[in-house]
């Protein structure tokens, strides 16, 4: 007799601070908790949601009763899981997503707490994990991929073209500005049930001057123009 078929699972690609906590929270009123990664048993993070070695060991203990799968991992991850996947991801402007990446810092970091945004994106390695971070999420390779979302790259006009390639084979975007559009989303294509809307790591908005907007813009100009790129998909979409 033929094995069971395989089931239909789902590969959320978290894109950091664009409210894909608060979508894993409320995956919980749809899926058991055993159905979702991470997940009991799983461990902590960062380990559960940044190290792809993990998510495989994971995987491979986890692999039966699994049915999606998010964390901030590159979107080639899913490619080292022996399975079809639906893919999902959520998508946010890079300015803005910049700016509520580095207030959660300063609001969960009490050594940084009293300093300037700006000295925080200064930082060698908080720049590291900004810059250009959602052409990286969508371009990197199996082959190239050393640290999963940590992995140091090089931007040029192919990875960007590539990063563009690779977003238009998503099933499922959303954008952070119309979550709940994405949350409707999923319920009409998959008969999903969210439950209740919630907020999970809101950070408080701070000013910040015309200047550091520009100056974030231009630092992640490849990043702008996938937005762009993915903004205006979303809507023929």
Request: glycine share 4%; aromatic share 10%; hydrophobic share 40%.
């Amino acid at each position: 007799m033929d094995s069971d078929p395989e089931p239909r699972r789902f590969f959320f690609v978290h894109v950091q601070k664009t409210a894909g906590t608060a979508l894993w929270r409320r995956l919980k009123e749809q899926f058991t908790p055993a159905e979702v990664y991470p997940g009991p048993g799983d461990g902590e993070p960062p380990d559960t949601v940044l190290s792809v070695e993990h998510l495989r060991a994971r995987w491979k203990a986890r692999r039966a009763e699994l049915r999606i799968v998010t964390g901030h991992f590159p979107l080639c991850t899913v490619e080292l899981l022996d399975a079809p996947f639906v893919t999902l991801t959520l998508l946010r402007d890079p300015v803005e997503r910049t700016l509520s990446q580095l207030r959660h810092h300063r609001e969960t970091t009490p050594a940084d707490a009293e300093r300037p945004l700006e000295a925080i994106y200064e930082d060698p390695v908080r720049f590291e994990l900004v810059h250009n971070h959602l052409v990286k999420m969508f371009s990197l390779t199996v082959d190239e991929m050393t640290d999963g979302a940590l992995t140091r790259v090089t931007f040029t006009p192919e990875r960007l073209a590539r990063a563009k390639e690779r977003l238009d084979v998503v099933d499922v975007i959303g954008l952070q500005t119309r979550f709940d559009d994405f949350c409707a989303t999923l319920h009409e294509r998959f008969g999903w049930d969210l439950g209740k809307p919630i907020f999970m790591n809101r950070t408080q908005p701070v000013a910040v001057s015309d200047a550091f907007r520009s100056r974030i813009a231009a630092d992640n100009a490849d990043d702008l123009e996938l937005y762009e790129y993915a903004v205006t998909r979303y809507a023929l979409r």
